[in-house]
């Protein structure tokens, strides 16, 4: 199947939350390019509910998805958030090119880059450590059961995560921002903005929303000093400031990243 | 940096057990494509170890990578299995290839194929829901803590995963394969094997290690019947066979798929 390069984009999601659609809203407003947000209209839920209903089995281009967000695309379908980066980063800049085909004999050898298994796997990590770890704080033992039915565990998952798990993903991320690779430590890959950062961006985002005093201390010890400083210059790039400045962009609440005090009140 | 297309790939992960690693080494075993498996070498752990030591800040061609599996290929090294898989499927007959650059002038528009995105879609819809979920049955609270740390949690978390996730879980593929994009109904997309029926079948393999009589019941009820026979399917791929026969195929311990009897006791 094949989108065509003039299609509109369209994105569905559930309404009211910024959730893991937000990264690809990030993606297309830090672009620039125009897309269609189902989540704010009317029929928002529903539309998600139809594409995952247990009876959809897709088309003859596409496999059905199985959880928003979900992006329309000419005639292809996807889902899968790092998935859909990975569509659209390339495309818009935002991510190296995607690998050149084998050389065929009469065009000479093809300049292979891979680039953008670099920028996938930075992103993987974010998505992994600081968005669904994150995310099962506030819910260890099911997804499926409420947050008050898990409090204990939750209180305990939470402990961990914020004393093991997150320096350790911070780490890293400090790491990579020191490596040469990154091309001088304000980017994390190659001197320039990719989407890699604006999803790390948005982890960073959550996560001062739901453990604010935790990421307070965290940045106030200095120790991801980089991390911290790719946070506020994502937050000044000029199309990014105009849409976290703009109604488009959504309010936290009870989305990947929820603020229950009881999950840090050690730090009262 | 780029990877010469004659290098030997190179794949590190803990020793002992088959892990996320399995991924790949079942990929390039149905390839039938040579590679060096380091985590059988007596400085299988230590080689991991220096990878993702916090001192480690990658080279001038590659950032650190966080976690294994880590595959080096030449000059590039990268990490996290759907990513590792994306880059080596298309290259070995087990994906489709990547998208056409756009198109120049003098070489006419390009054909732009995106299946690749719903091959990657749906390894990391096996990865997350069938392999970290599993996984984290039995560590709801934290990775980092003992599973006799955290035994009422994971009781807990077992029967909502076996009862409310798995059969949704499956019941997704099932819809896949029942779909037309799959070509028949035999392998998850375009009526040939990728490396998304391989990712399926090995996490299959691990939820029959760890949870059998959650599985054989499943099985028996016949709602699964095409997922269940995508798996034998692959089983009996002479390559995969080869494979699966030979003292390279680790047995299952302590990793991700654990085998607790008392996490499926309610089926005595």
């Not at 247990?54 to 281009?61: I, M, P």
């Not at 190296?96 to 298994?117: I, K, N, Q, R, Y």
Request: net charge negative; hydrophobic share 40%; with cysteine.
């Amino acid at each position: 199947m094949s989108a065509s390069a003039t299609a509109p984009y369209e994105l569905m999601y559930w309404p009211g939350i910024p959730g893991r659609a937000e990264h690809i809203r990030l993606l297309l407003e830090a672009a620039q390019v125009a897309y269609t947000d189902h989540s704010v209209a009317a029929a928002g839920a529903s539309l998600v509910l139809s594409h995952i209903s247990g009876k959809n089995t897709g088309t003859a281009l596409n496999p059905p998805p199985f959880a928003p967000p979900i992006l329309k695309h000419g005639d292809l379908l996807i889902h899968q958030t790092s998935n859909i980066l990975l569509y659209l980063g390339p495309k818009h800049g935002l991510a190296p090119a995607f690998p050149s085909p084998p050389a065929v004999a009469d065009t000479g050898p093809a300049v292979e880059d891979d680039g953008l298994f670099h920028v996938n796997q930075l992103a993987l990590m974010a998505l992994d450590g600081l968005g669904n770890e994150a995310h099962d704080t506030h819910h260890p033992v099911a997804t499926g059961l409420y947050y008050e039915d898990q409090k204990p565990e939750a209180k305990r998952a939470a402990e961990h995560y914020r004393n093991v798990r997150l320096p350790k993903f911070l780490g890293f991320f400090e790491r990579v921002l020191a490596g040469e690779r990154s091309g001088g430590g304000e980017w994390l890959y190659g001197g320039r903005m990719t989407y890699a950062d604006l999803v790390l961006f948005q982890c960073l985002d959550g996560l001062k929303f739901a453990f604010p005093k935790t990421l307070r201390k965290l940045e106030e010890g200095g120790e991801y000093a980089k991390v911290f400083g790719l946070y506020g210059r994502v937050k000044e790039v000029k199309s990014v400031k105009a849409y976290l400045d703009s109604d488009r962009r959504k309010g936290y609440s009870n989305g990947i990243y929820r603020h229950y005090p009881e999950l840090e009140e050690d730090l009262d």
